[in-house]
């Protein structure tokens, strides 16, 4: 961010340029970084002394609780922070002056260069020591009633004018209203992706939301769940189950992601997952992704047994199927109550496959169309008869 030029005296048209900017070309903007740049720098040449600019959003994530824009103006780009959950229970967080604009939804003003002025925020004097001569804090209030918080610091002599602070609470005004909308695109995305996956929030989002709306692909389709759940309901705590869920999936599920795999969805004690086989992937690869993630989500479980064995906790045991073939990937359901997944005989196949598995007492089987595809060898288990299927079936597990 360039140094402010000398401003001339036209009133709050600087101000006014700025906002401008936002309700034409800078709403348009969708990555904050690149748009708190160029906001910044339009602020800068509207005459406004900025030093430091902060703007703290909270958001809906289930690892993040708070994202935060911080720009110095001789840093080169703006710095993205995020907030754990559990960071508005610090004092770090409680003793901060945004945190006070955001309880209080009021401005708040310390004119740092006053030697009277109170420094009633630890940040303060570290600003003040830095050369900081005024600052300010202005509630980025939503129209949901959310309040967030934008503050500015200059180390301008005498600080900020009367005629700056009213720019400032133009500006921040008018940026609610774009910020409050990019907040909530953010949060569609990361909630879809949270509770149905990347690739079919993607789709979501795209407009695919009718029922019967999807596609036929191929792809691996990933089935398991867990060995003596039924028992383990009966017998441990509620705090206990949930424990030993939240172990079993995470691992499972944080193999197939890091894998290229989509989990698409938990139901009681299983997991559903595809690796979608498209132009980028093809089904030798998509099934070598399959068994890389089969072999991590192994090693994982070895690791989290180890530890629960320690605690005197049941371990984690399951049962997975690896089965390649065409599904319907979409939307299903009632009118107003619609899920979006894979269905078919494919589907089918996978789940008689991960029954077998589960009868065999094999940690891991493959059907015949996913041996073939893979190569890397594998093993005949034998055939089986599979319900509702005429012929029998050949299962595989991976060699050696």
């Not at 003003?109 to 940040?123: A, Q, S």
């Not at 133009?170 to 990019?182: D, F, G, N, S």
């Not at 004690?269 to 132009?279: G, M, S, T």
Request: proline residues 5%.
């Amino acid at each position: 961010m360039a140094e402010p030029q000398p401003r001339a005296a036209s009133g709050d048209g600087g101000a006014e340029a700025v906002v401008d900017w936002l309700l034409t070309e800078g709403r348009r903007q969708t990555r904050m970084r690149d748009f708190g740049d160029e906001l910044c720098q339009r602020m800068v040449d509207a005459g406004i002394p900025l030093w430091r600019i902060f703007c703290g959003i909270r958001t809906l994530h289930p690892l993040v609780a708070a994202t935060a824009y911080v720009l110095y103006r001789d840093e080169p780009a703006t710095e993205r922070l995020v907030a754990a959950h559990g960071v508005d229970r610090t004092p770090v967080f409680l003793e901060s002056a945004p945190y006070h604009v955001m309880k209080t939804d009021q401005v708040l003003r310390r004119r740092l260069e006053d030697p009277d002025c109170p420094l009633d925020f630890p940040m303060l004097d570290e600003f003040r020591d830095k050369g900081g001569t005024d600052y300010i804090g202005l509630p980025l209030r939503f129209a949901s009633g959310e309040v967030n918080v934008m503050t500015f610091a200059t180390d301008r002599p005498g600080g900020f004018t009367d005629e700056d602070v009213a720019g400032l609470a133009r500006i921040t005004e008018v940026l609610a209203m774009i910020v409050e909308l990019q907040a909530s695109r953010r949060i569609a995305k990361a909630l879809l992706s949270t509770y149905v996956g990347p690739r079919t929030g993607h789709h979501v989002l795209a407009g695919e939301i009718t029922r019967g709306s999807g596609e036929e692909i191929r792809a691996v389709i990933w089935l398991c769940d867990l060995r003596g759940f039924t028992a383990f309901a009966d017998e441990l705590s509620r705090e206990a189950l949930l424990a030993l869920l939240n172990d079993y999936f995470e691992t499972i599920a944080g193999a197939i992601t890091a894998a290229g795999g989509e989990v698409l969805k938990f139901v009681g004690d299983a997991v559903l997952a595809i690796f979608p086989i498209d132009d980028e992937r093809d089904a030798a690869a998509a099934a070598q992704a399959a068994l890389e993630a089969a072999g991590a989500a192994e090693a994982a479980v070895t690791e989290v047994n180890a530890r629960r064995h320690a605690d005197g906790a049941p371990e984690v045991r399951y049962a997975l199927a690896l089965h390649l073939g065409d599904v319907m990937y979409g939307n299903i359901g009632a009118p107003d109550r619609l899920d979006f997944t894979v269905i078919g005989p494919a589907v089918n196949h996978a789940a008689r496959l991960e029954a077998l598995a589960a009868e065999q007492d094999r940690g891991l089987v493959l059907s015949e169309s996913f041996a073939a595809a893979l190569k890397a060898p594998s093993a005949k288990l034998g055939d089986f008869e599979f319900k509702g299927v005429a012929a029998k079936q050949a299962v595989y597990v991976p060699a050696g």
